[in-house]
C-alpha cells in the first residue's frame, strides 16, 4: 500500500477554502479514493488517541488565551477546555476591548501554532497518511501563524520586540517550509467578495478576521485591512515557496471547483488521483 496525498488549503478568511475541501473530499471518495478530512478542529473531538486529543484541546485553548493576553483585559478565558467550550469564549473573543497593547501573547501564540501542527501532523495526519488514505486539511495552521504574528506586530510599541517578532517569522516560517503539505494550495480572490461570501454563510465575521482583536476597525474596514494584508503574504508564499496559487473568482462554487480541478492536475502528486474526474 502506497502512502495517502496530503492536501492542505492555506489562505484569506472566507475565500472557499473549506467549501474547497468538501467538494474534493466528495470528488475523491465518488472515485473509490479513502479520503479524510482533518483540522485542529475537527481533531478536539475526533483524534481517536486520548492523550493526543487533550494535548490539541489543551493547546486549541491556550491558543486563544495567549491572543487574548494580548489585549491587557482585565478577564482570561477559562483555561479548561470544556469551560471553554461550554462558555462559548470563542466566539466572545472579539467582545473585549484593548485595556493595554501586550505583544508578548500573540508572539508566544504564534509558536504555539508550530507547536499544535506538529501534534496534529505526527498524531493526526500522518498515521493516516501511512495507511494510504488521502488528507485533506481546509485551513493550514500557516495561517494562524501568520494572523497571531500580524497582531504581534500591530500591539508592539517596542523596538527590540519588533526585532525579536521578524526573528520568530522567518524562524517559524522556516519551519512550515521546510515540512509542506504533498499539495499546498494558495487560495485567493477579490476582498470584497470573500467579504460578501463569509458574511452570506454565517451573517457576520468570526473571531480573527478583522482588526478588532488590536484595537482596528470592526466589519468590512478592518477586514480589508487585515485580509489584504494576508493575501499579500500568501502570494508571496506562494511565490517564493513555488506553491500553486488558485485565485478565485465571483462565480457559483461548483464553477471556481471545476477550475481547481483542471489546476490540481498539473500537480503530479494530484493529478493521479484525479485523473478522468469531471471539471
Do not use: C
Not at 44 to 51: F, G, K, N, V
Amino acid at each position: 500500500m502506497g502512502a495517502g496525498v496530503y492536501f492542505s488549503f492555506i489562505g484569506i478568511d472566507g475565500v472557499g477554502k473549506s467549501t474547497f475541501a468538501s467538494l474534493l473530499h466528495r470528488t475523491l471518495r465518488e472515485r473509490g479514493h479513502d479520503a479524510r478530512l482533518v483540522s485542529w478542529r475537527s481533531e478536539l473531538s475526533e483524534q481517536p488517541w486520548a492523550t493526543s486529543r487533550t494535548v490539541q484541546q489543551e493547546l486549541w485553548v491556550e491558543s486563544f488565551r495567549l491572543m487574548h493576553l494580548g489585549m491587557g483585559a482585565d478577564f482570561q478565558p477559562p483555561a479548561d477546555f470544556t469551560a471553554f467550550q461550554q462558555g462559548n469564549w470563542e466566539s466572545r473573543f472579539g467582545d473585549a476591548s484593548i485595556e493595554q497593547r501586550r505583544s508578548a501573547g500573540p508572539l508566544a501564540a504564534a509558536w504555539l501554532e508550530w507547536a499544535g501542527y506538529t501534534i496534529l501532523r505526527h498524531e493526526s495526519i500522518k498515521p493516516l497518511l501511512d495507511q494510504g488514505i488521502t488528507v485533506i486539511e481546509d485551513s493550514s495552521s500557516l495561517k494562524m501563524t501568520y494572523k497571531a504574528i500580524q497582531h504581534a506586530r500591530a500591539l508592539s510599541q517596542d523596538p527590540a520586540m519588533e526585532r525579536e517578532i521578524d526573528r520568530a517569522e522567518k524562524m517559524l516560517l522556516s519551519q512550515f517550509r521546510a515540512y509542506p503539505p504533498d499539495v499546498p494550495v494558495i487560495v485567493s480572490g477579490p476582498i470584497d467578495v470573500a467579504f460578501r461570501w463569509r458574511t452570506e454563510q454565517d451573517g457576520g465575521l468570526g473571531v480573527l478576521e478583522d482588526m478588532s482583536p488590536v484595537g482596528g476597525a470592526r466589519g468590512w474596514p478592518g477586514f480589508l485591512e487585515h485580509q489584504t494584508a494576508s493575501d499579500q503574504f500568501f502570494r508571496k508564499v506562494a511565490d517564493e515557496w513555488d506553491w500553486p496559487l488558485f485565485v478565485i473568482k465571483d462565480v457559483e462554487p461548483d464553477r471556481n471547483f471545476s477550475a481547481l480541478l483542471s489546476r490540481l492536475r498539473e500537480i503530479p502528486a494530484a493529478a493521479a488521483l484525479l485523473h478522468g474526474a469531471v471539471s
